[in-house]
C-alpha cells in the first residue's frame, strides 16, 4: 500500500496529549486550515483532496481498556462498544469488562467512568444534545441505565430481566456464558430524546434447536425512562431477533426475526427468516416480509446484524447469509431492488457464495453492502469439500449503491471488512478491516473513505491506519467526521503462541 512505511512510522510515534484546559479550547489544535476549509469542522483531511494526496491518519490518544489475555488465549474477542457524542468532543466507551467510562477526546482526560456488578458493557449512546448517556448491559439482570453525560450520575436504571426472564451467572471459566444472559442488544436514541431499545436473552444449547429457549422484545422508551410502547405487544416473542435499526425521526423500526427455539410454538404467527416493520411512533405492525432459502444451496435463511434503516424512514438496506442483499421498501414492506452481490456461483462444480454481513444506508441516501470470504454452502454437510476451489468474485468487498438502484463504486483490498459508520453528510465513510494471510500473517485497521471524491473506491480511500493485533466490529465516526474511533483487540498467533496486540482504544483524525 502506499505510503505504508510512513504510515506505520506516525503509529509509531506516542499520542499527544493536549493541556487538560478547556474542552473548547483543546478542541481546536493550530493545525493549519487547508484552503477552502474555513469555517468546516475542525479535521486534518483536506475538503478538496483527490486521488493521489498524501493524507496520513493523525493518533489523537490511544485509551487502554484492562487485560483480557484469558479470552485472547481462548480464542475469543472481547465485546466492545464506542460511540461520539453529537458534537465529537467526548467518546463513550463500553467494555467486556464491564467498564463504561467517557472521556475528552481532545483532552486526553477520562471525565468519568464506572463499572457495572457483573456483566459486560453492551450499547452506549448519547441523547441527542449530548447531556445524557445511555448504555445497556448483558447480566443476570440486563440493566439499562441513563446517566448524566457531565457526572455519570445515573439518572434512572431499568431491569430488562424483569420482562425478558434471567438466567443463573455462568461458570467463571465458560468463554461463552456470558452470552446466555439478557441484554440490551442493540441501543438507538432518536432526535425527539426517545430511546429504542432491542431486549434479547437467549440460553441453551445453541446447537440444537430444540434444546434453545428464546425470549426477545423491542421496546421505545421516554428520556425519563417510561416505556411507550413495545412490541410484540402481549410479551417477550419466543423467536431470535438479532439486529433492529430505526431512522432519528422514529418513523419506522426494521427487525429482523433470524432462529426459532425449542419454545417456538409451531403455528406462531410471527416466523424465522423474517424483516418485521413496526410503526415507530405506535410501535404497531406496518408488516412483514419472509425471505425464502435459495435453494439447492441453502435450506434456511440466516441473518447477522444486516440491517439499516435509511434517513427517512422509508427505506431499508438488508444482506442474508446466502450473499443476497436487498434495498426493501418500508411502507409496502417489499423488496424493491434485489442484488446478487455475493450469491453462490459454480467453480469446478462446486458452489461458492459470499455472505453478505453489514450493510448501510447513509444519511446521503447512499446504501453500503459489504461481502465476507468465499465460502461453500453447507460445507459440513461435504465430505469432500473443505474449502472453495476458487474466490468468489465480489468476496470481501465494498459495493457501494445509489439511490437510483445503481452501483456507484467497489472496493476490495483482501480484508474482511466489518461494519460501516458515516459522518453526518454522508461524505466519511469508515470500516474497520481484518485479513488472515497464510503468507503474510494478521492485518487488522481501518480505512476511511471520501465517499464524496470522483472516482472509484481507490480514489475514494483517505487513508488505512493499522493496528498491531485485530479490530472489533463496533467503531464510531464523529458525526463532522473529524475523528474516528477504532478498538483493538488481542490474540494468540497460532505459531508463536504469543499474544498480539492490546486491548485498547485508537482515537485518529
Known amino acids: 500500500?502506499?505510503?505504508?512505511?510512513?504510515?506505520?512510522?506516525?503509529?509509531?510515534?506516542?499520542?499527544?496529549?493536549?493541556?487538560?484546559?478547556?474542552?473548547?479550547?483543546?478542541?481546536?489544535?493550530?493545525?493549519?486550515?487547508?484552503?477552502?476549509?474555513?469555517?468546516?469542522?475542525?479535521?486534518?483531511?483536506?475538503?478538496?483532496?483527490?486521488?493521489?494526496?498524501?493524507?496520513?491518519?493523525?493518533?489523537?490518544?490511544?485509551?487502554?481498556?484492562?487485560?483480557?489475555?484469558?479470552?485472547?488465549?481462548?480464542?475469543?474477542?472481547?465485546?466492545?462498544?464506542?460511540?461520539?457524542?453529537?458534537?465529537?468532543?467526548r467518546l463513550a466507551i463500553g467494555t467486556f469488562l464491564g467498564r463504561i467510562a467517557v472521556r475528552d477526546v481532545y483532552a486526553g482526560r477520562a471525565v468519568w467512568g464506572r463499572r457495572i456488578a457483573e456483566g459486560i458493557v453492551k450499547q452506549v449512546d448519547f441523547s441527542p444534545d449530548g447531556d445524557r448517556l445511555y448504555f445497556g448491559e448483558q447480566s443476570v439482570d440486563g440493566f439499562l441505565y441513563a446517566a448524566d453525560a457531565d457526572s455519570g450520575e445515573i439518572v434512572w436504571r431499568r431491569r430488562l430481566a424483569d420482562d425478558l426472564g434471567t438466567s443463573p451467572p455462568p461458570p467463571k471459566d465458560s468463554l461463552y456464558g456470558i452470552y446466555q444472559l439478557p441484554a440490551c442488544f442493540r441501543l438507538r436514541t432518536l432526535a425527539d430524546g426517545d430511546l429504542v431499545v432491542l431486549g434479547i436473552h437467549c440460553w441453551g444449547d445453541h446447537t440444537k434447536t430444540e434444546a434453545?429457549?428464546?425470549?426477545?422484545?423491542?421496546?421505545?422508551?421516554?428520556?425519563?425512562?417510561?416505556?411507550?410502547?413495545?412490541?410484540?405487544?402481549?410479551?417477550?416473542?419466543?423467536?431470535g431477533l438479532i439486529h433492529m435499526d430505526v431512522d432519528r425521526a422514529g418513523r419506522r423500526v426494521a427487525v429482523l426475526a433470524a432462529s426459532a427455539a425449542g419454545n417456538t410454538p409451531a403455528d406462531y404467527s410471527y416466523r424465522p427468516g423474517t424483516v418485521y416493520v413496526l410503526d415507530g411512533r405506535t410501535g404497531k405492525l406496518v408488516g412483514g416480509h419472509t425471505f425464502g432459502p435459495l435453494k439447492p444451496h441453502f435450506e434456511q435463511v440466516e441473518f447477522w446484524q444486516s440491517v439499516s434503516v435509511g434517513p427517512e424512514g422509508k427505506l431499508a438496506s438488508l444482506g442474508l447469509h446466502d450473499g443476497?442483499?436487498?434495498?426493501v421498501?418500508?411502507?409496502?414492506?417489499?423488496?424493491?431492488?434485489?442484488?446478487?452481490?455475493?450469491?453462490?456461483?459454480?467453480?469446478?462444480?462446486?458452489?461458492v457464495s459470499a455472505r453478505s454481513t453489514y450493510t448501510h444506508l447513509a444519511p446521503d441516501r447512499m446504501a453500503y453492502f459489504q461481502t465476507g470470504n468465499s465460502t461453500v454452502p453447507y460445507v459440513g454437510r461435504r465430505q469432500h469439500v473443505v474449502a472453495p476451489p476458487g474466490p468468489h468474485p465480489w468476496a470481501n468487498t465494498i459495493h457501494a449503491v445509489g439511490p437510483d438502484g445503481r452501483v456507484r463504486w467497489r472496493y476490495r483490498s483482501g480484508h474482511e471488512y466489518q461494519n460501516f459508520s458515516t459522518s453526518a453528510d454522508g461524505r466519511w465513510l469508515l470500516t474497520a478491516v481484518n485479513r488472515d494471510d497464510e503468507r503474510r500473517g494478521r492485518?487488522?485497521?481501518?480505512?476511511?473513505?471520501?465517499?464524496?471524491?470522483?472516482?472509484?473506491?481507490?480514489?475514494?480511500?483517505?487513508?488505512?491506519?493499522?493496528?498491531?493485533?485485530?479490530?472489533?466490529?463496533?467503531a464510531d465516526l464523529a458525526r463532522d467526521g473529524s475523528a474516528l474511533a477504532v478498538v483493538e483487540v488481542p490474540y494468540q498467533d497460532p505459531k508463536t503462541g504469543m499474544l498480539v496486540g492490546s486491548y485498547q482504544v485508537h482515537v485518529v483524525r
Open 329 to 351: 421498501d418500508l411502507d409496502t414492506v417489499e423488496p424493491n431492488k434485489v442484488f446478487a452481490f455475493g450469491a453462490p456461483i459454480t467453480i469446478s462444480g462446486v458452489p
Open 212 to 239: 434453545m429457549t428464546r425470549l426477545c422484545r423491542v421496546y421505545r422508551y421516554s428520556p425519563e425512562g417510561t416505556i411507550r410502547w413495545a412490541f410484540p405487544p402481549d410479551g417477550p416473542m419466543p423467536l
Open 324 to 327: 443476497r442483499t436487498f434495498l
Open 443 to 474: 492485518d487488522s485497521g481501518a480505512m476511511l473513505f471520501d465517499a464524496h471524491r470522483l472516482g472509484g473506491g481507490s480514489a475514494k480511500l483517505v487513508y488505512y491506519y493499522q493496528v498491531e493485533g485485530l479490530t472489533f466490529f463496533h
Open 1 to 89: 500500500m502506499r505510503h505504508a512505511s510512513t504510515i506505520l512510522l506516525l503509529m509509531s510515534l506516542p499520542a499527544i496529549e493536549l493541556s487538560p484546559v478547556s474542552p473548547l479550547r483543546a478542541a481546536q489544535p493550530a493545525w493549519p486550515v487547508p484552503a477552502g476549509a474555513a469555517g468546516l469542522p475542525a479535521t486534518c483531511r483536506c475538503p478538496e483532496s483527490a486521488r493521489g494526496d498524501v493524507v496520513l491518519p493523525y493518533v489523537i490518544g490511544k485509551v487502554p481498556l484492562g487485560d483480557v489475555s484469558y479470552l485472547a488465549k481462548a480464542g475469543g474477542q472481547p465485546d466492545t462498544v464506542v460511540r461520539f457524542s453529537p458534537d465529537g468532543r
